[in-house]
């Protein structure tokens, strides 16, 4: 008997139509796990950071759904051959697509760019360099201002620099 209202909450939740084109601005409190390629030189290691989306509303299901400005930051990175540390930081931009529906589950993909800092770069690190990334998740409406969001993306810097990132976060709605 619990199963089945623990199931039929859950699968309430889910389908049960949501507003999520309320509001024009959103901010994403993210954690997650970055895996790095052994050409970056670093371990692989947690990540945390903030997404800031404009969102835009239309009616074409190939026009871009949201602008995002977003925040990656990995501390105390340490490197593969040497007793060092050191922290990561991508500050860029992404286009969103939401392929819209009439549930609280809607899936998005993303596409972008930015700029990488590392704080103590070591052999062929630069303290500076540009990255691309390109990814999708799921975002769980909770209410109409709030929602759970789950993302994964590839980030490429070059040939034996790229990554990996899973995300979880909170997301907050606001404005008119």
């Given at each position: ?7 039929t ?10 507003d ?7 901010v ?44 990656d930051?990995?501390?105390n ?13 991508r ?5 969103i ?9 809607t ?6 760019g ?9 052999g ?14 799921l ?10 969001v789950?993302e994964?993306?590839?980030?490429y810097?070059?040939?034996k620099?790229?990554s ?5 976060g909170?997301?907050?709605?606001f404005?008119?």
């Amino acid at each position: 008997m619990k199963k089945l209202l623990v199931s039929t909450l859950l699968a309430t939740i889910i389908v049960s139509a949501g507003d999520h084109d309320m509001y024009p601005q959103d901010v994403t409190a993210i954690v997650g796990y970055q895996t790095n390629s052994k050409g970056s030189n670093l371990e692989n290691t947690a990540v945390h950071g903030l997404r800031y989306n404009q969102n835009i509303y239309n009616s074409s299901p190939w026009a871009v759904d949201a602008y995002q400005v977003a925040l990656d930051i990995a501390s105390n990175v340490a490197y593969l051959d040497r007793n060092e540390n050191t922290s990561v930081i991508r500050l860029g931009g992404n286009l969103i697509w939401t392929m819209d529906n009439e549930s609280n589950l809607t899936p998005f993909l993303l596409l972008g760019g930015g700029l990488t800092f590392v704080t103590n770069p070591q052999g062929d690190q630069s303290g500076m360099s540009l990255f691309t990334n390109a990814g999708g998740g799921l975002e769980l409406n909770i209410r109409n201002d709030i929602a759970l969001v789950w993302e994964m993306k590839y980030i490429y810097q070059d040939p034996k620099k790229h990554s990996f990132n899973t995300n979880i976060g909170l997301k907050f709605r606001f404005g008119n």
